[in-house]
């Protein structure tokens, strides 16, 4: 039992992680119906950037809660100026070619930020100062650490404020609306353009945070650590039902969760296998996902 | 005019402010401090880059380089005209005798590029039936490379089947795994199928990564006979000789003939009934399957056909490398290839070759910048997709078609 609520603890915030990163391949998805294959390297620029910035301000001497906060929002910040970048150069141009050379487009781009990581940050690992946050509470044998409680209270901040942002205000409504329809969008005044340039931004900041969490929860980051989440979040905005916010966040935590559980009963070797399977076997079953509307034949 | 110059230059400058707040981060804040140097240095030399470029562009835009241009169109012209009286025959034919003169001319390193142009070529082609023709986007290709790689190897090593006997299991073994990855995903079209394809990719490679009584795991089989062939000995009376390819410029050739056959299979299958429903299917799927095209049939045979040659490539490549390793099979190598095909030109066999040798050889002339080597890759196909979406040697489209009728 102790071991299963520790698996539990350790999926929802794995989980979590992921739902983060669906967000925002959900939101790019449902606005121009591309998979941004950038996404990934999105999240591991965050995972760089978080322990460049968080290191240069602990160095300053300042306290590591401050550090944490203000080095979270300028890697966010800083994520999302790499993406409006990336659309501006990769995507904008080829709004109106085929999907194809969109989508070789966005995996060229991924494979340049990749390796510009590579070049700038080097091939090894790069260490997180988790001395920062060690610790946690004891549940009996259930050990919660500090960075999971944290990890899961700023997802859950996070995704509330994307919830009031996409749903309670007016830029959350424009962007709902250009992602209906964009020629009516832009007829009732909408600039889609910036709205598609806000929405790049607002994933690759979530992403960036999450890179950041996965820093601090695995000790280290790599230049390639983007890939493998990338596609499992990927699973997770699917089976949540592409272009659905809530579907991406039930989508992610599930498939955290699977992966958790299915390392430690089942095989921790194809721990990675499992989401390829779900995503898979969604696609086959139910397109839709399991909270999506119905998609014309176009987008599957 | 104006307000376009104006426009241009403009956005350039914010673009170039743009790319220093992003290298800064990267380069200058160090727990030491923040430091300037480097990233003015790295970010001054692009700018002065795309400062050439942007001039290069606006003389262009103002029509300085018309003379210029126009004879050079004549120029392109005449040597057009020239080339088009040679009778194709002939070209093929000259081109086969350099392809097999070629080891005479070059060491053993000139040898092993041409191996891994060559198995490249072969990869390339098989993929351009799926992507090219039939229009699937599969990230996930390398993986049929791995299944033919393994069916060798362990054929080899377990059974000591020799390479000619392995190499149709190799294809056979291949074509049924692109069935099996085909089937669940005959249903998606586009960027789901992209993904899909990835993941078997992944899980192929996961597989052969983790199944340590099959495959040794990441530690890799070794022991991997060669090729033999039966050649003509002379030294007493003509008899058939049996022996074992051991230098590269052999295993030259036997890749040569795979590619040829390669080039030849998918040629004939190009310009087949098969190849013109594969175009159908491409350009428009529900308005192939109302003319009749059995999409599910023809969509698996794509992935079928195009995975047989991908097995040749694996199976000479286990044999070339006499060892075999999950390490070379990853994604990367799916992006290679796919960038291959989108390089040289999507359906288009001669651009595909073209590709293979852009992406294979050029690596090897510039050994000095080789860390460079896959950032430029990324870059490169980016800016094809935004300056070239055809490819550097499009395909030819066989027939009218109606809009260039009137």
Redesign the interface.
Known sequence: MDYFLQQLVNGITLGGVYALIALGYTMVYGIIQLINFAHGEFFAAGGYMGVIIISYLSAQGMSPVLCIALGLGLTMGYCALLAMAVEKVAYKPLRSSSRLSVLLSALGMSIFLQNGLMLTQGVYDKAYPTEMTAGGFHFGNVVVSYMQIYIVLITAALLICLNLLVFKTRIGKAMRATAQDKVMSALVGINSNKIISLTFAIGAGLAAAAGIMVGFYYGSVNYSMGFVPGIKAFAAAVLGGIGNITGAMVGGLIIGMVEIFAAGYLSSEYKDVFAFIILIAVLYFRPTGIMGENVDDTRV | MIHEFKKRWVSFGIGLI??F???W???G????G?EFGTTFALWGRLAVAALCIMIVYELNVRGVFDGAKKAGSAITGSTRKAYAAIPQWLLLLILLALALVFPSMTGRYGHDVACNVLIYVCLGLGLNIVVGLA?L?D?GYIAFYGVGAYTYALLSIHYQLSFWMSLPIAGCLAAIAGCIIGY??L??????L???T???G??VR??L??WMELTNGPNGLSGIKRPGVYWLDMTNGWTLEHFWVKKVWMYYYVILFIAICTIIAVYRLNYSRIGRAWEAIREDETAAELMGVNTFLLKLLAYASGAVFAGFAGAFFASRMRFVSPESFT??ES?MV??MV?LGGMGSIPGVILGALALIALPEVFREFD??R??V??????????VR?KGLWPAKRVGRRSEEMD
């Not at chain 2, 804040?29 to 030491?32: L, N, R, S, T, V």
């Not at chain 2, 890759?377 to 935004?386: H, I, K, Q, R, S």
Request: charged share 10%.
């Open positions: 743009w790319l707040v992003i290298l981060p990267l380069l804040i160090k727990p030491e923040l229009g986007l990230l669940p995903t249903r998606m079209r586009g960027d789901y992209a993904i899909v990835l993941g078997f992944e899980i996961l597989i990564n983790n994604f990367l992006a796919l960038a989108v860390l460079y896959m950032l890759f990324g870059g490169v196909m980016t800016v094809m997709m935004l979406p």
